[in-house]
């Protein structure tokens, strides 16, 4: 029996923006309060095997992520990032960028999906 992939079986409710290529989606661990991630919605693995297309149309969405992230939470920054190809053991099955806003004051602690495996360290 093969693994589902999460973010190929989503739930259309918890779109928060959606173009013919991608979508975006709260972080359902997130690291901010806003943080999300951002997918194609074609399954694939690497940013290097998208299409063109797919490319112009996830960046649209990071930019519409960000702007509606402005408006919602009012961070003072955002920390944009992805995994690609089989990094701290783990294989990404389906593309995801991460959207993390931040603010003032609070520190960041990335944990084990960055390859930090003692958080607290």
Not at 4 to 32: H, R, T, W
Not at 63 to 85: S, Y
Not at 109 to 117: A, E, N, P, S, V
Request: one cysteine or more.
């Amino acid at each position: 029996m093969t693994k589902q992939c999460a973010y190929c079986d989503f739930d259309e409710y918890d779109i928060i923006a959606k173009n013919d290529f991608g979508a975006v989606f709260p972080e359902p661990n997130p690291l901010s309060e806003g943080h999300v991630v951002i997918i194609p919605l074609r399954h694939v693995a690497s940013f290097f095997d998208i299409t063109d297309k797919e490319r112009k149309s996830l960046l649209s969405l990071l930019e519409q992520a960000r702007n509606e992230l402005k408006i919602r939470h009012h961070p003072e920054g955002f920390h944009i990032g992805f995994n690609d190809g089989d990094v701290f053991g783990e294989h990404a099955e389906h593309l995801h960028i991460h959207v993390i806003p931040r603010y003032k004051n609070q520190e960041l602690k990335l944990d084990q999906r960055w390859g930090i495996m003692d958080a607290d360290a």
